[in-house]
C-alpha cells in the first residue's frame, strides 16, 4: 500500500511564533498560519498550527511575527491526550519541513526599500539557520554580491492562486 503525507500552506501567522525548548536543549517553535480559501463569491479562513525544529524554529522565531506571509511545507501528525478532565482529545499539526519567507504584509514594500517582496528560503536539517535575514526589517544588510555563490534564488511570491 501508497503512503503519502505531504502538505504545501501559505498564509498570515495568526501569533508571533513560540520558541520553547525540550528537556533535552532541543529548540520547538510553535505558530498559528491562517489561509484564505476562496469559494466563489465568498472568503474564508483556515486556522492551522504549524510545529518547526531545532534550527528551523529558531529561524522562524527570530526573523517572522504575526501578521507575516510565510510557506511552509511539511506533513501531518495526529496527536492523541487524556485532557485533565478525563476527556479523550486530538488534534492534527503541521509539522514544518521547510519554510519560505515570502513578502511583507504591508502592500508589496518590504521595508528596506526595494519596492518589492522578499523572500528566503528556510529548511529543516544542516541548512537551517544559515538563510532567512533576506527581506526581513531589521535583519542583517544584504547585498546581490552575497549571493554570488549560491546555485539558486529565491523566487518572490506576492499572492498564489491554486
Do not use: H
Amino acid at each position: 500500500m501508497v503512503s503519502f503525507n505531504r502538505v504545501v500552506l501559505a498564509g498570515n501567522l495568526t501569533r508571533d511564533p513560540e520558541l520553547r525548548f525540550t528537556n533535552s536543549g532541543i529548540p520547538v517553535a510553535n505558530f498559528g498560519l491562517a489561509v484564505n480559501r476562496v469559494r466563489s463569491k465568498n472568503e474564508e479562513v483556515d486556522f492551522f498550527d504549524v510545529t518547526c525544529w531545532r534550527e528551523l524554529g529558531e529561524t522562524v522565531t527570530n526573523y517572522k511575527k504575526k501578521g507575516d506571509p510565510i510557506l511552509v511545507e511539511g506533513r501531518l501528525q495526529y496527536r492523541s491526550w487524556e485532557a485533565n478532565d478525563g476527556s479523550k482529545r486530538n488534534k492534527v499539526d503541521v509539522v514544518a519541513d521547510n519554510v519560505q519567507f515570502l513578502g511583507s504584509s504591508n502592500g508589496g514594500s518590504d521595508g528596506n526599500g526595494s519596492g518589492g517582496s522578499g523572500g528566503a528560503r528556510v529548511s529543516a536539517g544542516s541548512r537551517g539557520g544559515d538563510e532567512g535575514g533576506s527581506g526581513r526589517r531589521g535583519g542583517p544588510e544584504v547585498s546581490e554580491e552575497d549571493y554570488d555563490d549560491i546555485p539558486f534564488r529565491a523566487v518572490n511570491v506576492k499572492r498564489l492562486v491554486f
